[in-house]
């Protein structure tokens, strides 16, 4: 194979790391001014869907705005700021239909050092895409797959990134309660915040929009729905590279 291609950083606004710190500065500043503990965000895992093919919302009625390039780019910004450490992007069609993917990619890795999951629904991809995940830093991505791809995935392991099957629970499975959530985030197309994947477009497990509430107050508002109770079916895919349950899983196969 050839040599590695050199990185080059996404073209985008710079002024996202220096509001996501401002933002971060004025909480602790506001506490401190008022004498009180600033209360920690548990935040861990973010999960963003940039598409999904799923649980579609019915009534004819038009679908709303999808997040933009610069959107996703405050969402990793304000979730480095609260400490998360890693970032889950799930994609349900082919990753070419979606070339923001690498630029929230290289910005989570390259500004703020996040780890970078990306989910992907293909046996295969395209010399281009490939070429776009060998700018990526391997020891900092994962790629997640389902099992009936494991093994012509497999190639990508060739140049140092690591495939893994992101598939947790079966199809049909009742979920037991999980507590999981409450570290994390899980964000859809338009924005829409929601408890977990397994629950994304259930206006029952909705937490808010990403672009109008702070992260801050929704992660520790305690009347949201973060925990998921007992009863809920899996439906297809929908807790296919869990964040919480693959670092489970994978703290689980290191130890073994």
Request: proline share 5%; glycine share 6%.
């Amino acid at each position: 194979m050839g040599t590695k291609p050199t990185k080059a950083r996404p073209q985008v606004a710079p002024f996202h790391l220096p509001k996501a710190i401002a933002g971060s500065l004025r909480r602790h500043t506001k506490a401190a001014a008022e004498g009180k503990e600033e209360v920690s965000t548990p935040l861990k895992y973010v999960w963003i869907y940039l598409c999904e093919t799923h649980c579609a919302r019915g009534g004819g009625e038009p679908a709303p705005a999808r997040m933009t390039l610069e959107d996703w780019l405050n969402v990793v910004d304000e979730s480095a700021a609260l400490g998360a450490e890693s970032i889950f992007i799930s994609v349900e069609t082919r990753l070419s239909e979606w070339p923001e993917l690498w630029k929230i990619a290289h910005w989570a890795q390259e500004t703020h050092d996040m780890l970078v999951a990306i989910c992907v629904n293909e046996s295969c991809l395209s010399d281009d895409q490939l070429h776009e995940l060998t700018q990526l830093d391997h020891d900092k991505t994962r790629i997640y797959v389902t099992r009936d791809n494991l093994e012509s995935m497999r190639y990508i392991e060739r140049f140092g990134y690591k495939v893994y099957v992101g598939e947790v629970l079966e199809v049909g499975a009742v979920q037991k309660a999980c507590s999981m959530p409450e570290s994390m985030l899980c964000i859809g197309p338009e924005g829409a915040m929601y408890t977990c994947g397994l629950v994304l477009n259930d206006d029952h497990y909705l937490l808010g929009h990403a672009c109008s509430q702070q992260f801050e107050s929704v992660m520790g508002d305690h009347s949201l729905p973060h925990i998921i109770p007992e009863g809920i079916a899996v439906t297809e895919r929908r807790c296919h590279a869990c964040p919480p349950l693959m670092e489970k899983r994978l703290e689980e196969q290191s130890g073994a």
